[in-house]
Protein backbone atom coordinates (compact mmCIF):
# COMPACT_ATOMS: atom_id res chain seq x y z
CA UNK A 1 0.00 0.00 0.00
CA UNK A 2 0.83 3.60 -0.04
CA UNK A 3 3.42 4.71 2.46
CA UNK A 4 4.30 7.96 3.38
CA UNK A 5 8.25 9.09 4.55
CA UNK A 6 8.44 12.15 6.50
CA UNK A 7 11.77 13.32 7.62
CA UNK A 8 13.14 14.59 9.73
CA UNK A 9 11.41 12.56 12.95
CA UNK A 10 12.55 15.20 14.73
CA UNK A 11 14.13 18.43 15.29
CA UNK A 12 15.78 20.95 18.17
CA UNK A 13 15.96 24.13 17.12
CA UNK A 14 16.40 27.53 19.25
CA UNK A 15 13.04 29.99 19.33
CA UNK A 16 13.24 32.42 16.03
CA UNK A 17 14.70 29.66 14.09
CA UNK A 18 13.30 28.70 10.60
CA UNK A 19 11.77 25.11 10.37
CA UNK A 20 11.49 22.65 6.99
CA UNK A 21 10.44 19.51 7.06
CA UNK A 22 9.03 17.10 3.99
CA UNK A 23 7.34 14.30 3.32
CA UNK A 24 7.85 12.08 0.15
CA UNK A 25 5.75 8.80 -1.56
CA UNK A 26 6.20 7.04 -4.24
CA UNK A 27 2.63 7.28 -5.28
CA UNK A 28 0.80 10.02 -6.33
CA UNK A 29 -1.70 11.88 -4.25
CA UNK A 30 -4.18 14.28 -4.87
CA UNK A 31 -4.32 16.19 -1.14
CA UNK A 32 -1.80 16.91 0.54
CA UNK A 33 -2.94 17.82 4.17
CA UNK A 34 -0.23 19.16 7.07
CA UNK A 35 -1.77 18.10 10.86
CA UNK A 36 -0.17 19.52 13.99
CA UNK A 37 -0.78 17.34 17.10
CA UNK A 38 -0.25 18.62 21.05
CA UNK A 39 -0.38 16.05 23.70
CA UNK A 40 -3.72 14.73 24.66
CA UNK A 41 -4.89 16.26 21.33
CA UNK A 42 -5.99 15.10 18.15
CA UNK A 43 -4.46 16.30 15.24
CA UNK A 44 -4.98 19.78 14.15
CA UNK A 45 -5.82 20.80 10.76
CA UNK A 46 -3.26 23.33 9.65
CA UNK A 47 -2.80 23.96 5.61
CA UNK A 48 -4.22 21.62 3.04
CA UNK A 49 -3.39 21.52 -0.47
CA UNK A 50 -5.32 20.21 -3.43
CA UNK A 51 -2.83 20.99 -7.03
CA UNK A 52 0.81 20.19 -7.72
CA UNK A 53 2.93 23.25 -7.22
CA UNK A 54 0.28 24.43 -5.39
CA UNK A 55 2.29 27.16 -2.79
CA UNK A 56 0.27 27.34 0.70
CA UNK A 57 0.43 30.08 3.25
CA UNK A 58 -1.00 30.06 7.00
CA UNK A 59 0.39 32.96 9.32
CA UNK A 60 4.42 31.64 9.43
CA UNK A 61 3.65 28.38 7.76
CA UNK A 62 4.03 27.17 4.21
CA UNK A 63 3.05 24.57 2.40
CA UNK A 64 3.81 23.66 -0.94
CA UNK A 65 2.64 20.23 -3.02
CA UNK A 66 5.16 18.88 -5.00
CA UNK A 67 5.16 19.33 -8.66
CA UNK A 68 5.19 15.14 -9.55
CA UNK A 69 2.29 14.98 -6.92
CA UNK A 70 4.70 12.27 -4.76
CA UNK A 71 6.01 14.67 -2.23
CA UNK A 72 4.86 17.97 -0.03
CA UNK A 73 6.93 20.10 2.25
CA UNK A 74 5.95 22.18 5.52
CA UNK A 75 8.09 25.19 6.37
CA UNK A 76 7.56 27.32 9.57
CA UNK A 77 9.50 30.95 10.21
CA UNK A 78 10.54 32.40 13.49
CA UNK A 79 9.62 29.60 15.73
CA UNK A 80 7.61 30.33 19.02
CA UNK A 81 7.46 28.18 21.80
CA UNK A 82 3.62 27.35 21.15
CA UNK A 83 4.99 26.01 17.69
CA UNK A 84 6.30 22.83 19.83
CA UNK A 85 4.48 19.61 18.68
CA UNK A 86 4.48 16.72 16.00
CA UNK A 87 3.84 17.47 12.88
CA UNK A 88 2.25 14.88 10.71
CA UNK A 89 1.44 14.91 6.58
CA UNK A 90 -1.06 13.51 5.29
CA UNK A 91 -1.94 12.42 2.05
CA UNK A 92 -5.30 11.22 -0.04
CA UNK A 93 -4.02 8.56 -2.95
CA UNK A 94 -5.47 9.08 -6.27
CA UNK A 95 -7.40 5.50 -6.04
CA UNK A 96 -8.42 5.77 -2.85
CA UNK A 97 -11.12 8.82 -2.27
CA UNK A 98 -11.40 10.32 0.73
CA UNK A 99 -9.02 8.34 2.70
CA UNK A 100 -5.47 9.55 4.08
CA UNK A 101 -2.69 7.77 4.72
CA UNK A 102 -0.52 9.73 7.41
CA UNK A 103 3.65 9.91 7.53
CA UNK A 104 5.44 9.26 10.81
CA UNK A 105 5.51 12.41 11.91
CA UNK A 106 8.27 15.07 12.45
CA UNK A 107 8.24 15.78 16.60
CA UNK A 108 9.71 19.48 17.03
CA UNK A 109 11.44 20.65 20.36
CA UNK A 110 12.02 24.45 20.74
CA UNK A 111 14.96 25.77 23.36
CA UNK A 112 14.12 29.14 24.41
CA UNK B 1 -14.36 23.65 11.02
CA UNK B 2 -16.79 21.68 13.59
CA UNK B 3 -17.18 20.84 17.43
CA UNK B 4 -15.89 17.14 17.36
CA UNK B 5 -16.59 15.07 21.26
CA UNK B 6 -15.49 12.10 21.88
CA UNK B 7 -16.56 9.88 24.82
CA UNK B 8 -14.69 8.68 27.43
CA UNK B 9 -11.63 11.04 27.00
CA UNK B 10 -10.00 8.29 28.18
CA UNK B 11 -10.00 4.44 30.37
CA UNK B 12 -8.57 2.06 31.80
CA UNK B 13 -9.85 -1.23 31.15
CA UNK B 14 -9.39 -5.11 31.87
CA UNK B 15 -8.44 -7.17 29.29
CA UNK B 16 -10.81 -9.55 27.86
CA UNK B 17 -13.49 -6.48 28.05
CA UNK B 18 -15.01 -4.29 25.70
CA UNK B 19 -15.08 -0.28 25.65
CA UNK B 20 -17.31 1.59 23.00
CA UNK B 21 -16.19 4.97 22.38
CA UNK B 22 -18.63 7.82 20.99
CA UNK B 23 -18.04 10.25 18.32
CA UNK B 24 -20.38 13.25 18.02
CA UNK B 25 -20.43 16.25 15.66
CA UNK B 26 -22.18 19.40 15.55
CA UNK B 27 -22.08 20.20 11.67
CA UNK B 28 -23.69 18.12 8.62
CA UNK B 29 -21.25 15.62 7.61
CA UNK B 30 -20.69 13.93 4.37
CA UNK B 31 -18.18 10.95 5.81
CA UNK B 32 -17.28 9.41 9.36
CA UNK B 33 -13.73 7.45 9.98
CA UNK B 34 -11.75 5.91 12.90
CA UNK B 35 -8.10 6.08 13.80
CA UNK B 36 -5.89 4.21 15.90
CA UNK B 37 -2.70 5.63 17.11
CA UNK B 38 -0.38 3.36 19.25
CA UNK B 39 2.14 4.86 21.47
CA UNK B 40 4.41 7.44 20.00
CA UNK B 41 2.78 6.29 16.46
CA UNK B 42 1.49 7.62 13.59
CA UNK B 43 -1.95 7.64 12.81
CA UNK B 44 -3.89 4.34 11.15
CA UNK B 45 -7.16 4.29 9.37
CA UNK B 46 -9.16 1.56 10.67
CA UNK B 47 -12.34 1.76 8.76
CA UNK B 48 -14.93 4.20 7.51
CA UNK B 49 -18.41 4.57 9.14
CA UNK B 50 -21.33 4.14 6.74
CA UNK B 51 -24.43 5.57 7.58
CA UNK B 52 -27.44 3.09 8.18
CA UNK B 53 -24.42 -0.01 6.58
CA UNK B 54 -21.81 -1.79 7.96
CA UNK B 55 -18.56 -0.14 7.62
CA UNK B 56 -15.71 -0.26 5.21
CA UNK B 57 -12.49 -2.27 7.24
CA UNK B 58 -9.49 -1.16 6.09
CA UNK B 59 -6.43 -4.16 5.77
CA UNK B 60 -5.61 -5.88 9.14
CA UNK B 61 -8.82 -4.72 11.31
CA UNK B 62 -11.89 -6.64 11.33
CA UNK B 63 -16.24 -6.38 12.30
CA UNK B 64 -15.59 -8.48 14.94
CA UNK B 65 -13.24 -6.80 16.31
CA UNK B 66 -14.08 -3.29 15.83
CA UNK B 67 -17.60 -2.61 15.30
CA UNK B 68 -18.82 0.05 14.68
CA UNK B 69 -22.06 1.92 14.10
CA UNK B 70 -23.29 5.12 12.42
CA UNK B 71 -26.71 5.03 13.31
CA UNK B 72 -27.16 9.35 11.67
CA UNK B 73 -25.36 11.78 9.98
CA UNK B 74 -23.17 13.32 13.13
CA UNK B 75 -22.62 10.06 15.60
CA UNK B 76 -21.15 7.01 15.54
CA UNK B 77 -19.60 4.43 17.83
CA UNK B 78 -16.52 2.10 17.82
CA UNK B 79 -16.10 -0.83 20.23
CA UNK B 80 -12.75 -2.18 20.88
CA UNK B 81 -13.86 -6.14 21.72
CA UNK B 82 -12.06 -8.61 23.88
CA UNK B 83 -9.12 -5.82 24.87
CA UNK B 84 -5.68 -6.82 25.23
CA UNK B 85 -2.76 -4.75 25.95
CA UNK B 86 -1.73 -4.49 22.58
CA UNK B 87 -5.16 -2.31 21.90
CA UNK B 88 -3.65 0.27 24.49
CA UNK B 89 -3.72 3.43 21.74
CA UNK B 90 -4.94 6.67 21.42
CA UNK B 91 -8.60 6.37 19.42
CA UNK B 92 -9.44 9.37 16.75
CA UNK B 93 -12.70 9.97 14.68
CA UNK B 94 -12.93 12.17 11.87
CA UNK B 95 -15.14 13.58 9.90
CA UNK B 96 -15.49 14.65 6.42
CA UNK B 97 -17.70 18.18 6.62
CA UNK B 98 -19.79 19.17 3.56
CA UNK B 99 -18.55 21.30 1.00
CA UNK B 100 -15.19 21.27 3.10
CA UNK B 101 -13.33 19.23 -0.05
CA UNK B 102 -10.72 16.94 1.37
CA UNK B 103 -10.10 18.14 4.38
CA UNK B 104 -10.56 15.63 7.58
CA UNK B 105 -10.67 17.28 10.82
CA UNK B 106 -10.03 14.75 14.04
CA UNK B 107 -12.04 14.39 17.70
CA UNK B 108 -10.21 14.93 20.87
CA UNK B 109 -9.05 11.18 20.75
CA UNK B 110 -9.94 8.59 23.72
CA UNK B 111 -7.09 7.30 25.11
CA UNK B 112 -7.36 3.31 26.09
CA UNK B 113 -5.32 1.80 28.65
CA UNK B 114 -5.26 -2.21 28.62
CA UNK B 115 -4.36 -3.79 31.50
Known amino acids: GQQLNQSPQSMFIQEGEDVSMNCTSSSIFNTWLWYKQDPGEGPVLLIALYKAGELTSNGRLTAQFGITRKDSFLNISASIPSDVGIYFCAGQPVQRAQKLVFGQGTRLTINP | SAVISQKPSRDICQRGTSLTIQCQVD?????MFWYRQQPGQSLTLIAT?????????ESGFVIDKFPISRPNLTFSTLTVSNMSPEDSSIYLC????????????FGPGTRLTVL
Open chain 2, 94 to 105: SVLLAGVGNEQF
Open chain 2, 49 to 57: ANQGSEATY
Open chain 2, 27 to 31: SQVTM
